[in-house]
């Protein structure tokens, strides 16, 4: 008998979709209006056993409550900070992600958002589609990446990924996480000093109670008024209101910025500035990256309903005191 799976967000790859729908009983809450959600979960909830969840949904501890017989968690996506896990941990739940699969899609993501500041793509688009370049108007000249400082805050998988298509274009590497990288890049003191010493905050720290809202007014001002900060990770490291007020005031230079601290709802004063670059949280949204995504989650399923090791394990971090 398959084993029953409650399955949230949506958007998923066909060849995944159809893999799922092989392996697994799943009960799709996205397809369910969200008036009718909690009868859903009346519904099917006692005899789910797994979820399969996204990683800016992950499950609380109030939607574990509805699901008696859940055994295992598995993300679509390496960050796991909407996962509880004071929840999981008193259950014994398992917790899963899928790590290393998007890496790289990720990190030309971020390439991108920080190419398209510095020489203002989305602005010439804009400049030519317009007619201005015809009509012969003033065009306010781009920046050139080689020499200058890119500091990436969060040097794990992808961070380091990042840095090395960074460097291909001639920048000078810089980084700061709390432990010491086994790299010959200089390590900053702290995110202050990191700002302070950058042209260029490329965000790859995971989310989380430590990290919310810790790239604030001060460091936004120290990266300065010809800064760029560019965020990949999550909204959540970013103050959204400091960053407003910094690019509306010239304090802060451009920001490009795929992932926002209440998705899919983005400040109207950042979609009015005109030096900000926009994208809606697709760093890992390619066919490539996705489908391997999914099949990884789904392999972390049935691996456990199997009784077989769970590929990508996640450790739970410790109790909190």
């Known amino acids: 008998m398959r084993p029953e799976i409650l399955v949230t967000g949506s958007g998923w790859i066909p060849q995944v979709l159809e893999e799922m729908e092989r392996r697994f009983v799943c009960h799709h809450l996205a397809r369910v209006p969200r008036e009718e959600q909690d009868a ?22 109030a939607r574990l409550a509805r699901l008696p017989l859940v055994e295992i968690v598995a993300v679509h996506g390496t960050g796991v900070d909407a996962v509880d896990f004071e929840a ?15 890496t790289e899609d990720v990190a030309d993501l971020a390439a991108g958002l920080l190419l ?16 201005e370049w015809e009509a012969k108007l003033p065009l306010t000249p781009a920046r050139s990446l080689r020499g200058k400082v890119a500091g990436i805050f969060g040097f794990g998988r992808i961070g380091q990924a990042v840095a090395r ?56 001002a120290a990266l300065g008024a010809e800064g760029t900060l560019v965020n990949i990770a999550r909204g959540s490291l970013v103050d959204e209101d400091a960053l407003v007020a ?11 910025l795929d992932v926002f601290e209440d998705e899919p709802r983005v400040p109207q004063a950042l979609r009015t500035l005109d030096n900000v670059v926009l994208a809606p949280h697709v760093g890992s949204f390619t066919v490539e990256a996705r489908t391997a995504m999914g099949q990884l989650a789904i392999a972390n399923l049935a691996a456990h309903f199997d009784g077989l090791p769970l590929p990508t ?9």
Do not use: K
Not at 89 to 100: A, H, K, L, M, S
């Open 40 to 61: 859903f979960l009346d519904r099917v909830g006692a005899a789910v056993r797994g979820v399969l969840t996204v990683g800016t949904i992950g499950i609380d501890a």
């Open 88 to 102: 999981t941990r008193q259950r014994g739940i398992q917790v899963t992600n899928t790590p290393d699969v998007l």
């Open 116 to 131: 398209a500041c510095a020489r203002r793509l989305p602005q010439l688009d804009r400049y030519v589609r317009a007619g």
């Open 165 to 220: 298509r960074l460097e291909a274009f001639g920048m000078e590497i810089r980084y700061y996480q709390r432990s010491v990288a086994a790299t010959a890049h200089a390590r900053s003191d702290s995110l202050l000093a990191l700002a302070r010493d950058s042209d260029y905050l490329v965000v790859c720290a995971p989310g989380g109670p430590q990290t919310h809202r810790i790239v604030d007014a001060e460091v936004l």
């Open 246 to 256: 910094a690019l509306q005031q010239g304090r802060l230079g451009a920001a490009a």
């Open 313 to 321: 394990p996640v450790d739970p971090p410790p109790p909190r005191p």
